[in-house]
């Protein structure tokens, strides 16, 4: 089955809260070889003006990532994970992600462009903290290969 064309503008309800933890910051910065000391040390972030360490700017895709996982399970999508490739990610901050954030995310279809006889899907997940503000709007362009599903 070929992607719905009609998933585009749906929205999907908002994800659990998700807790920001120091080690997760710390453990995904070395992953991306973030070495800065703002992302390892609390002191180092604190004397910039954080309460915590500051997560590197695609830490996000952890907590988009639970909105993802929301689209790839819509029985109607046509989007098989087996023929998904992750295309395309940009990020829009207000401000950065700090440990002891707890954030919420909500994801919308944005569109569908068809390239032979592939699609590429977009969605933005839009990133608010506990008091509702928005902290990050990441965006994702899948590609989704033809093939039987």
């Known amino acids: 089955m070929p992607v719905n064309p009609e998933i ?3 929205e999907f309800p908002p994800t659990a809260p998700y807790l920001v933890g120091r080690e997760k910051v710390r ?5 991306v ?4 000391p703002q992302h390892l040390d609390p002191a180092a972030a604190q004397a910039l003006g954080y ?3 500051v997560a590197p700017p695609t830490f996000a895709m952890v907590v988009q990532d639970h909105t993802l996982q929301q ?5 109607d999508s046509g989007i098989v994970l087996s023929r998904v490739l992750h295309a395309e990610q940009r990020f829009r901050y ?4 700090v440990a002891g954030d ?4 909500r994801l919308a ?3 569908i462009r068809t390239l032979g006889g592939n699609a590429m899907v977009t969605s933005d997940a839009v990133i608010t903290d506990a008091a509702g503000e928005h902290v990050v709007t990441a965006t994702s362009v899948l590609l989704v290969g033809e093939g039987e599903s």
């Open 8 to 10: 585009v503008g749906r």
């Open 109 to 111: 279809v944005t569109g």
């Open 51 to 53: 309460a915590d360490v």
């Open 27 to 31: 453990e995904f910065a070395r992953a």
């Open 71 to 75: 689209l790839l399970a819509e029985p």
């Open 33 to 36: 070889f973030a070495d800065d």
């Open 102 to 105: 707890e954030l919420t995310a």
């Open 94 to 97: 207000t401000r950065p992600i």
